[in-house]
């Protein structure tokens, strides 16, 4: 099992910048990928960005440039420095990773926090 805790969310203008932090707890031996989507209201999840446990990363293209994944070098902790942040970008992010199991993956997500773009 896999623990996620998020924060760093808020109210932020158009143009500013926050930090989302994702701790990770429990067998983060086996994580393979963490990740950060986001589910803005009446829209579905997506994903904004990813990373590998070998240090790959990849973007949606409404983030590259604006967005930076990073971790630490335990492997713990992600981060997600979001800068130049629009009003499209005002969504519930989440927090994810994933472990190999015996069919597939286990999938983890955290509790999301608030990310809100507005004057």
């Known amino acids: 099992q896999v623990q996620l805790v998020e924060s760093g969310g808020g109210l932020v203008q158009p143009g500013g910048s926050l930090r989302l932090s994702c701790a990770a707890s429990?067998?983060?031996?086996?994580?393979?990928?963490m990740g950060w989507y986001r589910q803005a209201p009446g829209k579905q999840r997506e994903l904004v960005t990813s990373?590998?446990?070998?240090?790959?990363?990849d973007y949606a293209d409404s983030v590259k440039g604006r967005f930076t994944i990073s971790r630490d070098n335990a492997k713990t902790t992600v981060y997600l420095q979001m800068d130049s942040l629009q009003s499209e970008d005002t969504a519930v992010y989440y927090c994810?990773?994933?472990?190999?199991?015996?069919?597939?993956?286990?999938?983890?997500w955290g509790q999301g926090t608030q990310v809100t773009v507005s004057s």
């Open positions: 990373i590998t446990s070998s240090g790959d990363t």
């Open positions: 994810h990773a994933q472990t190999p199991a015996m069919y597939g993956t286990n999938k983890y």
């Open positions: 429990g067998s983060i031996a086996n994580i393979f990928v």
